[in-house]
């Protein structure tokens, strides 16, 4: 079932690159928190939203919002992925789809997969330079997703895709996280 603006976020433990247990209330306890689901690593898809997400970073931090990515493969995987594309910021492994199921990401339909506007927008990823791996790693069929969590833990945002390619601009992602709280309450 999605999440709803308003809830408490479900605090998770997930995975980082070296395998260490990252609770994600520890990550917002003080600053707040974009979460970015990932479709499988290796996607066309995916290396945008990552080559997006990495020049985004900067624009939100400056908005005093911490950027995690969400990513369905194991930790090991997700740390070959990240290195060899040279994405540095936040990400943490979800292999078994725990925190895809309690934020309500589910997988695509087919439509969703193949359907005219995830066909347009594999054509528009292609002309500016993005290849598709040779072997997707993770869960092919997940749908991306953010959600961002403020310092209370309550959801403030969430944006799930409506298929395959469709990957948030900067311009919406900065629009997500404006007016959050970014202390916590007393």
């Given at each position: 079932?999605?999440?709803?603006?308003?809830?408490?976020?479900?605090?998770?433990?997930?995975?980082?690159?070296?395998?260490?247990?990252?609770?994600?209330s520890s990550l917002w306890a003080?600053?707040?928190?974009?979460?970015?689901?990932?479709?499988?690593?290796?996607?066309?898809?995916?290396?945008?939203?990552?080559?997006?997400?990495d020049c985004s970073v900067g624009?939100?931090?400056?908005?005093?919002?911490?950027?995690?990515?969400?990513?369905?493969?194991?930790?090991?995987?997700?740390?070959?992925?990240?290195?060899?594309?040279?994405?540095?910021?936040?990400?943490?492994?979800?292999?078994?789809?725990?925190?895809?199921?309690?934020?309500?990401?589910?997988?695509?339909?087919?439509?969703?997969?193949?359907?005219?506007?995830?066909?347009?927008?594999?054509?528009?990823?292609?002309?500016?330079?993005?290849?598709?791996?040779?072997?997707?790693?993770?869960?092919?069929?997940?749908?991306?997703?953010?959600?961002?969590?403020?310092?209370?833990?309550?959801?403030?945002?969430?944006?799930?895709?409506?298929?395959?390619?469709?990957?948030?601009?900067?311009?919406?992602?900065?629009?997500?996280?404006?007016?959050?709280?970014?202390?916590?309450?007393?």
């Amino acid at each position: 079932m999605k999440v709803e603006v308003g809830e408490k976020a479900h605090d998770l433990q997930l995975m980082d690159f070296h395998g260490d247990a990252v609770q994600l209330s520890s990550l917002w306890a003080n600053t707040p928190v974009m979460l970015f689901f990932h479709r499988h690593l290796g996607s066309i898809f995916a290396k945008q939203a990552f080559k997006r997400l990495d020049c985004s970073v900067g624009q939100l931090e400056t908005h005093g919002v911490r950027l995690v990515s969400i990513v369905p493969a194991s930790a090991a995987d997700a740390c070959a992925y990240c290195t060899e594309g040279d994405f540095w910021h936040t990400c943490l492994a979800d292999a078994k789809l725990n925190c895809y199921r309690a934020y309500g990401v589910g997988n695509a339909s087919l439509l969703q997969m193949i359907g005219p506007q995830t066909l347009r927008s594999y054509k528009e990823a292609v002309t500016r330079g993005y290849r598709q791996s040779m072997r997707p790693i993770g869960h092919a069929f997940v749908m991306p997703a953010v959600v961002v969590v403020d310092t209370d833990g309550v959801i403030t945002a969430i944006r799930y895709s409506k298929h395959a390619g469709d990957i948030p601009s900067v311009s919406e992602l900065l629009q997500m996280v404006s007016g959050i709280s970014q202390s916590p309450s007393s």
